[in-house]
Nanobody, 124 residues
Framework: QVQLVESGGGLVQPGGSLRLSCAAS????????MGWYRQAPDMQRELVAT???????NYADSVKGRFTISRDNAENTVYLQMNSLKPEDTAVYYC??????????????????WGQGTQVTVSS
């Protein structure tokens, strides 16, 4: 069983910073892409940032220059440093990862996993 557990959300004033963390645990053979998505009320879930196992990153235009994604492959953890936060960044932030697991017969299964979400509220 694989789990993604996020932490680090909260309430912050405009212009402030937050750092989100997401740790993957379970019978993990390999983690490929990891990333963050967000969903504001009455809006569709959207990509924020992703990072490959090799370190290549991709950002939504709305967060470029303000957010930084990083990961610790040894700890199966991905981070999102969010600076210069704006009220429009308010959303539930979800961790996402492409994870391969291996069964007792050495068969690999690759699946996409989501965390439970963490609320980020930017307000004065």
């Amino acid at each position: 069983q694989v789990q993604l557990v996020e932490s680090g959300g909260g309430l912050v004033q405009p212009g402030g910073s937050l750092r989100l963390s997401c740790a993957a645990s379970g019978s993990i053979f390999r983690i490929n892409d990891m990333g963050w998505y967000r969903q504001a009320p009455d809006m569709q879930r959207e990509l924020v940032a992703t990072m490959s196992k090799g370190g290549s990153s991709n950002y939504a235009d709305s967060v470029k220059g303000r957010f930084t994604i990083s990961r610790d492959n040894a700890e199966n953890t991905v981070y999102l440093q969010m600076n210069s936060l704006k009220p429009e960044d308010t959303a539930v932030y979800y961790c996402n990862a492409d994870i391969a697991t291996m069964d007792p017969f050495n068969v690999l299964y690759e699946s996409n996993y989501w965390g439970q979400g963490t609320q980020v509220t930017v307000s004065s």
